[in-house]
């Protein structure tokens, strides 16, 4: 691999902030600190370390968590990330480290974490750019002399992935089978590995070369990539270090807390939260509107009706919701019916019409049917008049629900479950109020990556395994060698990992992104109360004035013009 260089102004200047995780960081905030201070202490070592964990590009809580398939507005690039000054700083870690009067262990442990962390920068930007620049060693630039030897050019992709990936690997031999909370042990860097090297033979088999490799991978390099993917997902499995988390014997509230309980057998890379010192406002801004905290918001991500019908029956069957027709409804006595004998990964993922939170029922009724007239209103106050056919003073029944639709409600009739708080007090939904944390890496992704990896390389025994230890785990019928194909895997992988920040990149790394999705409504279920049926009816419809579209242009996202003004070596990727 070849060496290259990035300069730095003279001096190492360190902006601490807290650390939420207590076992990881219990130090005061630090000043600026000089470099020949940091890599001398070892509390000051692990405060440096806490800062390029924070500055991990995971997409937690954030737009990148939606994609294509999920809701309405899941059509984001996953922004910019340009994470060259994380990266000089982990190289300036590992140039120090041997020097560092710490104890030989130690600094073992910290050399194979600032491997992981550098590979992790690494996935950030190749993913979203293509082949970008390989810098591992610190120069100092003073101002004299000529600045052109530290603008490099962009190495090709299947460059980076190699990098990447030998990184990885070293990580995976250095580093510790456990450690203490939030930071990377051994199963961290192979599941890691076992993601990154997804991506490259999915580049390598779907994705054009182009810029003589800057972006792209040739075709003949994918079975060695997804050999890679398979190797570091079964070093995990075989371990038996982790396992699939099975703690409530209710299969929907299990899956939902997968993602709220500390105490995780499945979880292998958490980033952790700590009330009120490091917070963020995701229950704030995803909460349903007729239970929204005092500070307002809500509504923030609508789930759509094709993400809905991803999750199958339990056994099997497609998961299409059985409504009939405007002309002939098929009626319900309790809105939650429809969902009746659903993979109870629905429940666990989605707020559906009239499911509970914390005890209520979630009122996303849209409407009512009278004498076969549809009655419609934004305002969850207004009452129906059955005597007059019109909402007026004297009116008796309920239009819309209080989390129906109208202003600042669900724009889809779903609402998302996974990851909020139910043990969060309604008065506590508030700004920089929540404090779950964000699993980054887990043993059920894990089992994903080794299942396609699998079926990529024709093992199919292999692939259904693992597969069905995740349908085993939701509760689901399991499949056959005969039903284990490459769209069944993508499509658990859909399902499992929905709203974890993967969709949006899965699609993109399958190619599929500009087909699935050119001028695409996203759907709406909207349900009804027919007064004269005394039951609930349902209909479809689009979120209006939303088309999902996706150019191939946006496979890459464009190197930010700033980079590109300060290194004229570094070109464009294609389209922009």
């Not at 085993?472 to 019928?477: E, L, N, P």
Request: hydrophobic letters at 40%; glycine letters at 8%.
């Amino acid at each position: 691999m070849k060496t290259k260089y990035i300069y730095v102004f003279t001096g190492l200047w360190l902006m601490m902030a807290l650390t939420s995780c207590k076992e990881f960081l219990d130090t005061k905030p630090l000043n600026i600190i000089s470099d020949e201070d940091v890599f001398k202490d070892e509390s000051l070592i692990l405060s440096y370390l806490a800062t390029l964990y924070d500055a991990l590009p995971m997409d937690n809580f954030g737009n990148a968590m939606q994609g294509p398939n999920e809701s309405a507005g899941g059509m984001g690039s996953g922004g910019d990330f340009w994470g060259y000054s994380h990266i000089r700083r982990v190289n300036a870690l590992l140039e120090k480290l041997p020097e560092s009067p710490l104890n030989e262990h130690l600094k073992t442990v910290l050399t194979g974490e600032a491997k992981f962390l550098r590979a992790y920068y690494y996935f950030g930007m190749i993913r979203r750019y293509g082949g970008v620049p390989i810098i591992e060693v610190v120069q100092q630039y003073t101002g004299d002399g000529d600045i052109s030897v530290y603008q490099v050019p962009r190495d090709k992709e299947v460059d980076v992935y190699d990098f990447i990936r030998e990184d990885l690997t070293e990580a995976a031999a250095l580093l510790p089978e456990t450690s203490s909370k939030g930071r990377a042990t051994k199963f961290s860097a192979l599941a890691l590995q076992s993601r990154a090297m997804l991506y490259a033979a999915s580049s390598a088999k779907y994705a054009p070369v182009q810029l003589n490799g800057i972006v792209g991978i040739a075709e003949s390099e994918q079975s060695r990539f997804w050999q890679a993917a398979f190797d570091a997902a079964a070093a995990v499995i075989n371990s038996r270090a982790f396992s699939l988390y099975q703690r409530q014997t209710d299969l929907a509230e299990n899956f939902a807390q997968l993602f709220l309980d500390d105490n995780n057998p499945e979880a292998m890379l958490i980033r952790y939260y700590s009330y009120p010192e490091k917070t963020h406002n995701y229950d704030r801004d995803v909460i349903p509107f007729g239970v929204r905290g005092p500070d307002g918001y809500g509504s923030g991500v609508g789930p759509v009706l094709e993400f809905v019908e991803q999750f199958e029956l339990k056994d099997g069957s497609p998961g299409t919701l059985k409504i009939g027709t405007p002309s002939a409804p098929i009626f319900y006595d309790h809105p939650m019916d429809l969902f009746a004998n659903h993979d109870p990964r629905l429940l666990g993922t989605v707020i559906l019409p009239s499911s509970l939170w914390r005890g209520e029922e979630i009122d996303i009724q849209a409407g009512l049917f009278d004498q076969g007239v549809k009655i419609e209103s934004g305002d969850p106050n207004v009452r129906y008049n059955p005597t007059t056919k019109r909402i007026d003073a004297n009116g008796t029944i309920k239009v819309v629900g209080s989390s129906g639709f109208g202003s600042e409600k669900t724009q889809t009739g779903f609402y998302l479950r996974k990851y909020l708080d139910n043990t969060l007090a309604r008065a506590n939904v508030r700004t920089n109020g929540s404090s779950q944390h964000w699993v980054a890496l887990r043993y059920g992704e894990v089992l994903l990556n080794y299942a396609e990896a699998a079926v990529e390389l024709g093992k199919i025994t292999e692939a259904k395994e693992a597969i069905n230890e995740i349908r085993s785990r939701a509760g689901i019928v399991l499949l056959t060698d005969g039903e284990v194909t490459i769209d069944r895997v993508r499509h658990e992988r859909l399902v499992e990992l929905g709203f974890e920040s993967q969709s949006l990149w899965d699609y993109k790394r399958w190619r599929l992104t500009d087909r699935l999705y050119n001028n695409a409504p996203a759907g709406v279920l909207k349900c009804y109360f027919d007064i004269q049926a005394n039951a609930y009816r349902f209909e479809t419809s689009t979120v209006p004035n939303v088309f999902k579209t996706f150019v191939p242009t946006s496979y890459y996202t464009a190197i930010p013009a700033s980079e590109l003004a300060a290194n004229p070596n570094l070109v464009q990727n294609p389209g922009y």
